[in-house]
Structure formats: C-alpha cells, structure tokens
C-alpha cells in the first residue's frame, strides 16, 4: 500500500492550493484519511479526517478555509486550500486507515509529506 501526496508549494498569503492524495497497491479497502501539517519545531497536527461514509470533520484553526473531499472509488483525497497564512506553512502529510484483506485490522499508511509555505 503506498500513499502519494502531491501539490505542495510557494504561495503568497491569501492565495490556495489543493493537495491531493492518492492510495495505491493491493488492499481490500480504505476506511479513513486525513490529513496533517507539521510546523518547523511543532509536532504534527491533524487537521481534518473523512470516514469511508462521508463523515468529515475539521479543525477549528482551519475552519472556514480548508476543505477535505474524497473520491471513494478512486481512493483518492483532496484538501483544498484557502486564504492561507504564512502560520500554515509546514509539511502536509496524509494518512489512510487501509484493511489489506477483508475481515483483517486496519492499519495506518502515511503519504511521504508535501511542503507548503506561505510568504510574500
């Protein structure tokens, strides 16, 4: 199981980006992903998850600028961006919950981080 994240960048305050997240390999399902940002010098945060059911939810320190949406059959996760800050510069990683094979446990895959930073 492999998780690609991509989209990362240089952008001005104000401006977007939209990440994306991609789950490949041999598995029987993904339940839930999310994402994380890491600060320089910070641990790693979650910032917002959505369940194999549509459930999402979302961090107050986000809230109205970020947005988490999810392709369920291509197993693919999108988080879009907006009016970002230069305090949400960091390292963007996304985790999938995954079951290898049915009736098996889930277990967690992280995607290998996308840079973000946010200055003029």
């Known amino acids: 199981v492999q998780l690609q994240a991509s989209g990362g960048g240089l952008v001005q305050p104000g401006g977007s980006l939209r990440l994306s997240c991609s789950v490949s390999?041999?598995?029987?399902?993904?339940?839930?992903m999310s994402w994380y940002r890491q600060a320089p010098g910070r641990e790693r945060e979650l910032l917002t998850s959505?369940?194999?059911?549509?459930?999402?939810n979302i961090q107050d320190s986000v809230k109205g600028r970020f947005s988490f949406s999810r392709d369920y059959r291509m197993n693919t996760g999108w988080l879009q961006m907006n009016n970002l800050k230069p305090e949400d510069s960091g390292v963007y990683y996304c985790?999938?919950?995954?079951?290898?094979?049915?009736?098996?446990?889930?277990?967690?895959?992280w995607g290998q981080g996308t840079q973000v930073t946010v200055s003029s």
């Open positions: 985790a999938a919950d995954v079951r290898r094979h049915a009736g098996r446990p889930f277990n967690r895959y």
């Open positions: 390999g041999s598995f029987y399902n993904v339940a839930y």
């Open positions: 959505a369940t194999s059911g549509g459930a999402t």
